[in-house]
Structure formats: structure tokens, C-alpha cells
């Protein structure tokens, strides 16, 4: 991963072929003790594991796509758990040769040709926490000690 363009909070990163995005993404808010920011994306992935919530089962359903995609977008954020453990939570959505489309919450995804990564940090954080109720880890005013 290079970091391509910065202005201000605002950073541009680019992922290279074979590299994977969001463990990526975590290493990088992690060494850089960045705890809030907003992701966008796109770019072209050849392995991608999504899932969708279910409520009802509070489980994940999880789907792993071992194909040529294009990354038609990604919209997500950072924040950090109670325990201080970033946490990077993606939703994307994905384009397939015949031009159907999927998408839902992402585990991870590697680079096949471009991975092109916008962020807008904040400063301050961006608490999670566990819910009971829903199973997730929800954004929360909940203060973490780092």
C-alpha cells in the first residue's frame, strides 16, 4: 500500500495486485493511530469474502467470491472497541463480468489490478461497542482510554 496524494485529512492510498484491503487498512489506522475516518473505494479484486447480517441469528451469513470483480464502490469507516482494537467495517458493492451486481458487509478483499482507497480522518474517536440487542459492535458515545 502507497499513499499516492494527502491534503490536510484528506489521503488517497493505492493498493497493489495481490495485496488485501482491509487488513491493509487496519494495519495502517493502527500504526498511525488514526481512530476515526470515512472510506471510499474502488478497483478490481479477484478474491472477496462478504457476508450479510442476520438479525434474527445474529450471525453473519458469509459468501467468498473467488472471481475476477470490479470494486464498483466501498463506503465505510474506522473507529475503535473498548479495548482500543481498530475496527474497519466496509460495506461494498461488486460487478461481475456480465455486469450483474452484489454486495454487502466486507470481511476482506485482494487487489487484482487496482485497489484505490480515499480516507477523510478525523480527529478524535469513533467509539464501538457490543450491543446486546443486535449482536454488533455499534458505533456508540461509549469513551475508550487509549
Do not use: Q
Not at 58 to 78: C, Q, S
Not at 116 to 126: D, P, Y
Amino acid at each position: 500500500m502507497k499513499i499516492i496524494h494527502e491534503d490536510g485529512n484528506f489521503k488517497t492510498l493505492s493498493f497493489a495486485r495481490g495485496e488485501e484491503i482491509m487488513s491493509g487498512l487496519k494495519t495502517y489506522f493502527t500504526d498511525n493511530k488514526i481512530h476515526a475516518a470515512h472510506i471510499t473505494g474502488l478497483g478490481a479484486a479477484d478474491k472477496v469474502d462478504l457476508a450479510y447480517y442476520n438479525l434474527d441469528s445474529k450471525e453473519y451469513e458469509r459468501h467468498k467470491i473467488d472471481e475476477a470483480v470490479e470494486i464498483i464502490g466501498i463506503n465505510g469507516n474506522a473507529g475503535i472497541k473498548e479495548d482500543g482494537e481498530v475496527v474497519v467495517h466496509i460495506h461494498g458493492t461488486f460487478g461481475r463480468k456480465d455486469l450483474s451486481v452484489f454486495g454487502g458487509h466486507v470481511f476482506s478483499m485482494r487487489v487484482s489490478g487496482a485497489g484505490e482507497i480515499h480516507l477523510r480522518v478525523f480527529a478524535g474517536v469513533i467509539n464501538r461497542a457490543y450491543d446486546e440487542e443486535t449482536g454488533l459492535t455499534l458505533m456508540c458515545d461509549v469513551p475508550v482510554s487509549l
